[in-house]
């Protein structure tokens, strides 16, 4: 029903390497979020989409809507150390009730 | 910049007792969530607030929870009797109005029930 679905669920890369999580939905989604949540931290808004295939840049942070809104994901292109955390995806109706979110995906960077 | 913040940043309570979370959420925001997140575990929802009254609630939210605001400026989350499963981060958080879904967390609160 509501759930989203997203993998990997951890993820250890060198840095400079790139890092792509993703999220899959079995419903169209109204929008999608992404949140940043540091190691020992409180979850942080990074970006909302709305359009279907629409993308989104943030400096080194790529962020895709799939064409039927059904899947989103977030691409870090050269990880740097200040990357690490649990990128989570969340759906929030069209009015911005609750979120619902994914499970995460851990993000660990070797120097 | 304004920020939710949340009081206390750990509560060690013995099972059966009532806790008092606290929030201050952004000044000018009109909606309020509770979220909680089991260490390890993704955040889940647990009810919002709007107008002066839940407008939504999860199954978790069950009748040993409560939430109040009341006043202008705090939100608080009661859980009545405690339980071990109730262990958790419980993160508040708070949107404006006029559609702009970001919502601005809390630090958390860490709840140890023994």
């Known amino acids: 029903g509501q759930q989203v679905m997203q993998i990997p669920q951890y993820q250890h890369v060198q840095e400079g390497e790139d890092f792509t999580t993703y999220c899959n939905s079995s419903t169209t989604l109204s929008n999608i979020q992404w949140y940043k949540q540091r190691p020992g931290g409180h979850p942080v808004f990074l970006i909302q989409?709305?359009?279907?295939?629409e993308v989104k840049k943030q400096k080194r942070l790529t962020f895709q809507f799939g064409e039927a809104k059904k899947n989103s994901s977030l691409h870090i292109t050269a990880t740097q150390t200040t990357d690490v955390g649990t990128y989570f995806c969340a759906r929030a109706r069209e009015y911005g009730n609750k979120l619902v979110f994914g499970a995460g995906t851990i993000l660990r960077v070797k120097s | 910049e304004p920020e939710v913040t949340q009081t206390p940043s750990h509560q060690v309570t013995q099972m059966g007792q009532e806790v008092i979370l606290r929030c201050v959420p952004i000044s000018n925001h009109l909606y309020f969530y509770w979220y909680r997140q089991i260490l390890g575990q993704k955040v889940e929802f647990l009810v919002s607030?709007?107008?002066?009254?839940?407008?939504?609630k999860s199954e978790i939210f069950d009748d040993q929870f409560s939430v109040e605001r009341p006043d202008g400026s705090n939100f608080t989350l009661k859980i009545r009797s405690t339980k071990l499963e109730d262990s958790a981060m419980y993160f508040c958080?708070?949107?404006?109005?006029?559609?702009?879904?970001?919502?601005?967390f809390g630090p958390g609160t860490r709840l140890t029930v023994l």
């Open positions: 958080a708070s949107r404006a109005s006029g559609g702009a879904n970001e919502q601005f």
């Open positions: 607030f709007y107008n002066n009254e839940i407008s939504e």
């Open positions: 989409l709305v359009k279907s295939g």
